[in-house]
């Protein structure tokens, strides 16, 4: 299986701030890797696809970066509705999809 | 907009099969490039993939389940299902149907179900 692993797990911040949230793969994965957003009682939600392209319908204060083994989700701004857990995803291979332990953006 | 929605049984006794149903409306199963997905994620926990089965019906399924996993495709419903055989307490989670959209290759999980929770106890 492909490991991915999330740091940090968990994150305060405040209204207004920039966020980086990092996830690492245990081998590489070119740009196959995707972010998602949950809320608690809710299902994912996708926002970015194969690293950096932005999903339709997602505000645009949220971007990814990264190729290879590491990979970025930034949140530009945060608003309080971006107070969620957030996956990672590698859809390399699929003997499985694997996602990362997720992480859980708090207000500060 | 293509919407799904997990049904199924809320409780399975242990070494019972669990299905479950995915209803596809607002598009048809059968078109399109899609892989049909399962998705479970236990109580606090992070996100666990199942599975998936293609419109054309080839199936991938996740190694530490394929002895006990069936996803099949069921087009004059316009829906997909779960099955998990030999069910224990590890099985108890909330089960999510998606839509796997393919792009250049790349696939990811662009519309989701509500999720359905499942619990296994006698």
């Known amino acids: 299986d492909i490991q991915m692993t999330q740091s940090p797990s968990s994150l305060s911040a405040s209204v207004g701030d920039r966020v980086n949230i990092s996830c690492r793969a245990s081998q590489r994965i070119s740009t196959y890797l995707n972010w998602y957003q949950q809320k608690p009682g809710k299902a994912p939600k996708a926002l970015i696809y194969t690293a950096s392209n932005l999903q339709s319908g997602v505000p645009s204060r949220f971007s990814g970066s990264g190729s290879g083994t590491d990979f970025t989700l930034t949140i530009s701004s945060l608003q309080p509705e971006d107070f969620a857990t957030y996956y990672c995803q590698q859809s390399y291979s699929t003997s499985p999809y694997t996602f990362g332990q997720g992480t859980k953006l708090e207000i500060k | 907009q293509v919407q799904l929605q997990e049904s199924g049984p809320g409780l399975v006794k242990p070494s019972q099969t669990l299905s479950l149903t995915c209803p596809v409306s607002g598009g048809s199963i059968s078109s399109g490039a899609y892989y049909w997905t399962w998705i479970r994620q236990p109580a606090g926990k992070g996100l666990e993939w199942i599975g998936r089965i293609f419109t054309g019906g080839t199936t991938n399924y996740n190694p530490s389940l394929k002895s006990r996993v069936t996803i099949s495709l069921d087009t004059s419903k316009n829906q997909f299902s779960l099955q998990l055989s030999s069910v224990t307490a590890a099985d108890t989670a909330v089960y999510y149907c998606?839509?796997?959209?393919?792009?250049?290759?790349?696939?990811?999980?662009?519309?989701w179900g509500k999720g359905t929770t499942v619990t296994v106890s006698s």
């Open positions: 998606a839509r796997e959209r393919m792009i250049r290759g790349v696939g990811y999980m662009d519309v």
